[in-house]
Structure formats: structure tokens, C-alpha cells
């Protein structure tokens, strides 16, 4: 089946330093990607829709400045934590959709901590 | 009251046993997904549902578009079927935006 890669999988920062997370698809071509966060026993949270060469679309309640969101080729996207605080800490899960079926791939997720 | 509802929350099964997970929605939807999440938090797509019924190996899934209703069984389960088993279904309102369920956590005694 298709891949979609993250990296990194761990990430400790400090307040205020930005963290950057990458999402691969391996071997398909990616048109749209998905950003979701997911807080301890709680389902996951769609944070924003990006789609190759055009800008994100943030879902209600999430900072487009604090979450900067870059899919630049159909196999890269990118998440940004810019500014980042504490309460920022979570599992960040992308995944990844080609054109066609409806099939959608998630990535291993990314663990970040804000000391 | 959510678009996706799964059942049970949790569930603890002896090894070998068959075990069936419920999912029901309540809007239009164009496919369904069953998604499994291990403790490291990883996420596998399982199987992807628009009609009838799908097997891999020991899983099957099902789905009644009539009734808006899936199930996900899991035969001769295992202590490594122990897992957050998630229904995520894309609503025909939303072109590739998935909706999630709140998830079952089954675990499996040895």
C-alpha cells in the first residue's frame, strides 16, 4: 500500500523556537494533505487542508500564522509550529490523498513537547 | 449529537474471541473508512467501504448504506489486535475532508 512518511517522529523544543514537520508520500503523488492534531484519548482534529501549489485552508479556530502550512511539490508538505508554547504540545498526524479513489494514507505522526 | 457514532468505547476480549466494533452515521456519505491506531500512535488505514463487504485476513468489514451503519469484525483476535479502532466516513457534502468517531479501545487478553 502507499507510504506517507513524518519526520521527525519526537521533537523536544523550548517556548518561543519554532519546530518545522515534514509529510512525504513515498510513492504516489499526493494532491491534498491533511494536517490533524490529536490531544491524549481524544479523536483526531482536522487543523487545515493543503492542496499542491496553492494555500492552505485552515480549519475554524486554528491560527494560519501560528501553524504556517506549506505543500510546495504533490509529495512534500510541510507544518510549521512558529512561536511555540506549551499548550502547543500534541501528536500531529498528517495524511495524504492522491487525486483519485477516495483513499486516504496517514503518516506515522510527529510527538511534540514544549518545554 | 455527532455524525459518527462507534460502539462499543471499549472492549475486552479474551484472545480467540470475535469481536465486532459498530459504527453508524447520519449523513450522506461517499465511503467509510476503518482506521487502526496502536499505542506509538501511529495511524493504519484498515479498509476503505463505499458497499458491501471487504475481508484481510482475519478482519472484515461491512457496511448497510441504507441503514448508515458499518460494522468491523475481527476473528480469532490477538493480544497485537489490541488497538484504537477508528470510523471515519467522507461526507458526500464534503469533497476530501474525512469525518472521524470517537474511537473503541479493544484490548485483548492473553
Known amino acids: 500500500g502507499a507510504v506517507v512518511s513524518q519526520h521527525p517522529s519526537r521533537v523536544i523544543c523550548k517556548s518561543g523556537t519554532s519546530v518545522k514537520i515534514e509529510c512525504r508520500s513515498l510513492?504516489?503523488?499526493?494532491?491534498?494533505m491533511f494536517w490533524y492534531r490529536q490531544f491524549p484519548k481524544q479523536s483526531l482534529m482536522l487543523m487545515a487542508t493543503?492542496?499542491?501549489?496553492?494555500?492552505?485552508?485552515?480549519e475554524q479556530g486554528v491560527e494560519k500564522d501560528k501553524f504556517l502550512i506549506n505543500h510546495a511539490s504533490l509529495t512534500l508538505s510541510t507544518l510549521t509550529v512558529t512561536s511555540a508554547h506549551p499548550e502547543d504540545s500534541s501528536f500531529y498526524i498528517c495524511?495524504?490523498?492522491?487525486?483519485?479513489?477516495?483513499?486516504?494514507?496517514f503518516g506515522p505522526g510527529t510527538r511534540l513537547t514544549v518545554t | 449529537k455527532n455524525e459518527v457514532e462507534q460502539s462499543p468505547q471499549n472492549l475486552t476480549a479474551q484472545e480467540g474471541e470475535f469481536i465486532t466494533i459498530n459504527c453508524s452515521y447520519s449523513?450522506?456519505?461517499?465511503?467509510l473508512h476503518w482506521l487502526q491506531q496502536h499505542p506509538g500512535g501511529g495511524i493504519v488505514s484498515l479498509f476503505m467501504?463505499?458497499?458491501g463487504k471487504k475481508k484481510h485476513g482475519r478482519l472484515i468489514a461491512t457496511i448497510n448504506i441504507q441503514e448508515k451503519h458499518s460494522s468491523l469484525h475481527i476473528t480469532a483476535s490477538h493480544p497485537r489486535d489490541s488497538a484504537v479502532y477508528i470510523c471515519?466516513?467522507?461526507?458526500?457534502?464534503?469533497?476530501?475532508?474525512?469525518?472521524f468517531g470517537s474511537g473503541t479501545q479493544l484490548t485483548v487478553l492473553p
Open positions: 493543503s492542496n499542491e501549489g496553492s494555500k492552505a485552508t485552515y
Open positions: 467501504l463505499s458497499s
Open positions: 449523513v450522506g456519505i461517499s465511503a
Open positions: 471515519a466516513v467522507l461526507l458526500t457534502s464534503s469533497a476530501r475532508q474525512l469525518t
Open positions: 495524511s495524504a490523498r492522491p487525486e483519485q479513489p477516495y483513499e486516504q494514507y
Open positions: 510513492d504516489f503523488q499526493a494532491t491534498t
